[in-house]
């Protein structure tokens, strides 16, 4: 059974980092793309960056360019997302997602399974 874990998420103030991780288990992920997405009460999940994990190519959101850094540990299982410079307007839910469908990785329907998501608050 495949099992995406979040962990990692809280309350920070603007300016600040945090680092979330994403233990993956069930499965061999290496023909995977795996993504982070964000999602507040009411709207729409929103891609954040996306990780091919043979190759460790990335892909980020516009949004979050230069800021975060999207990394995974193989030794591990995990994926990471380095957040920096966080701003007020990064708070949300923060899912980790994988997906093989690597031409279509900022899609959330294109993703197979879901971790249940850590809540990250950036106060002013």
């Known amino acids: 059974q495949v099992q995406l874990v979040e962990s990692g998420g809280g309350l920070v103030q603007a300016g600040g980092s945090l680092r979330l991780s994403c233990a993956a288990s069930?499965?061999?992920?290496?023909?995977?793309?795996m993504g982070w997405f964000r999602q507040l009460p009411g709207k729409e999940r929103e891609f954040v960056a996306a990780?091919?994990?043979?190759?460790?190519?990335?892909i980020y959101a516009d949004a979050v360019k230069g800021r975060f850094t999207i990394s995974r540990d193989s030794a591990k299982n995990t994926v990471y997302l380095q957040m920096n410079s966080l701003k007020p307007e990064d708070t949300a839910v923060y899912y980790c997602a994988a997906t093989t469908e690597f031409y279509r990785t900022v899609v959330p329907d294109s993703y197979d399974y879901w971790g249940q998501g850590t809540q990250v608050t950036v106060s002013s």
């Open positions: 069930g499965r061999t992920f290496s023909n995977y793309v």
């Open positions: 990780i091919r994990w043979s190759s460790s190519r990335t």
